[in-house]
C-alpha cells in the first residue's frame, strides 16, 4: 500500500529537474504531497509498514533536494551566518579554502557550520548536523541532575522511531543508544553520533566542496581582498 501511495511521486521525480523559477515550488509541492500520502496510509499500520514509509520519504526528500534553486547561490552570505544581522562576513579567502582539508576542519569553524547547514537545507537533511551538534553540547554537560534529561530529549528528537527530526542510523546503533540513554554518560551517544558523523562525510561533504554555496563563499572572500 506504501508503495502505490509513493509511485505517483516517485514517477514524477524519474522526470529532468526543471530549470525554470517555479523549481522551489515544484519541490515543496511534491514534498508536501509524499508527506501527506504517507501519512494518510500509518495509521492503523504494523511498526514494519511504518519504518518503510519513512525510509521512502527520506529517500524522496533527499532527491527533492535538486529541485530546490535555494542550493545554487547566496548573495549575501551575511543573512546565513550565526552572528547579529547585517554584520560584514569575517571570513578570509584562507580560512574558507581549509575547510577543503577536512569535514573536522569544516565543523571546527562557526563559519562553516553556518555554511554546511544553509547547504544541508537545500537537501532536506540538516537534522544530521543538528543531531551532531546537539551531540557535542551533550558532552559539555556538567550537571548529573540535567544529563537524563538532556540524553532523554535528544534520543526523543533524534534517535527514537517517528522522532521529528530522526537521523537516519542502523537498528543495531538505535537500540544500542536507546539502551545507553537508559543510564546516560558523557559517551551515550558516541556510536550514533560517529555514524552521522561518516554518513555526512562521505555523502554530504563532498558534494557540499562542489556546490556554488562554498564556491560563491569563496568568491566573495576573493572579492574583499581585490
Same mark, same amino acid.
Given at each position: 500500500?506504501?508503495?502505490?501511495?509513493?509511485?505517483?511521486?516517485?514517477?514524477?521525480?524519474?522526470?529532468?529537474?526543471?530549470?525554470?523559477?517555479?523549481?522551489?515550488?515544484?519541490?515543496?509541492?511534491?514534498?508536501?504531497?509524499?508527506?501527506?500520502?504517507?501519512? !494518510?496510509?500509518?495509521?492503523?499500520?504494523?511498526?514494519?509498514?511504518?519504518?518503510?514509509?519513512?525510509?521512502?520519504?527520506?529517500?524522496?526528500?533527499?532527491?527533492?533536494?535538486?529541485?530546490?534553486?535555494?542550493?545554487?547561490?547566496?548573495? !549575501?552570505? %551575511?543573512?546565513?551566518?550565526?552572528?547579529?544581522?547585517? +554584520?560584514?562576513?569575517?571570513?578570509?579567502?584562507?580560512?574558507?579554502?581549509?575547510?577543503? !582539508?577536512?569535514?573536522?576542519?569544516?565543523?571546527?569553524?562557526?563559519?562553516?557550520?553556518?555554511?554546511?547547514?544553509?547547504?544541508? #537545507?537545500? /537537501?532536506?537533511?540538516?537534522?544530521?548536523?543538528?543531531?551532531?551538534?546537539?551531540?557535542?553540547?551533550?558532552? #559539555?554537560?556538567?550537571?548529573?541532575?540535567?544529563?537524563?534529561?538532556?540524553?532523554?530529549?535528544?534520543?526523543?528528537?533524534?534517535?527514537?522511531?517517528?522522532?521529528?527530526?530522526?537521523?537516519?542510523?542502523?537498528?543495531?546503533?538505535?537500540?544500542?543508544? +536507546?539502551?545507553?540513554?537508559?543510564?546516560?554518560?558523557?559517551?551515550?551517544?558516541?556510536?550514533?553520533?560517529?555514524?552521522?558523523?561518516?554518513?555526512? /562525510?562521505?555523502?554530504?561533504?563532498? +558534494?557540499?566542496?562542489?556546490? #556554488?554555496?562554498?564556491? !560563491?563563499?569563496?568568491?566573495? %572572500?576573493?572579492?574583499?581582498?581585490?
Amino acid at each position: 500500500m506504501y508503495q502505490e501511495a509513493a509511485d505517483p511521486v516517485i514517477q514524477g521525480l524519474d522526470e529532468p529537474c526543471p530549470s525554470s523559477t517555479c523549481q522551489n515550488h515544484v519541490a515543496t509541492t511534491m514534498l508536501t504531497a509524499t508527506r501527506q500520502s504517507l501519512s !494518510d496510509h500509518t495509521i492503523g499500520k504494523d511498526p514494519q509498514a511504518v519504518r518503510t514509509g519513512q525510509r521512502q520519504n527520506r529517500g524522496m526528500r533527499t532527491r527533492l533536494g535538486c529541485l530546490s534553486h535555494k542550493s545554487d547561490s547566496y548573495n !549575501d552570505f %551575511t543573512a546565513i551566518l550565526p552572528d547579529k544581522p547585517n +554584520r560584514a562576513l569575517k571570513l578570509s579567502t584562507e580560512e574558507a579554502t581549509r575547510w577543503a !582539508d577536512s569535514f573536522d576542519s569544516l565543523l571546527s569553524h562557526k563559519y562553516g557550520v553556518a555554511a554546511f547547514r544553509a547547504f544541508l #537545507k537545500t /537537501e532536506f537533511s540538516e537534522e544530521n548536523l543538528e543531531f551532531w551538534l546537539a551531540c557535542e553540547e551533550f558532552k #559539555k554537560t556538567r550537571s548529573t541532575t540535567k544529563l537524563a534529561s538532556k540524553a532523554h530529549r535528544i534520543f526523543e528528537e533524534f534517535i527514537d522511531v517517528q522522532a521529528p527530526r530522526e537521523v537516519n542510523i542502523d537498528f543495531q546503533t538505535r537500540e544500542v543508544t +536507546r539502551n545507553n540513554v537508559q543510564e546516560p554518560s558523557l559517551s551515550c551517544f558516541d556510536q550514533a553520533q560517529g555514524k552521522v558523523h561518516s554518513l555526512m /562525510e562521505k555523502d554530504s561533504y563532498p +558534494r557540499f566542496l562542489r556546490s #556554488k554555496i562554498y564556491t !560563491d563563499l569563496l568568491t566573495q %572572500t576573493q572579492r574583499r581582498l581585490s
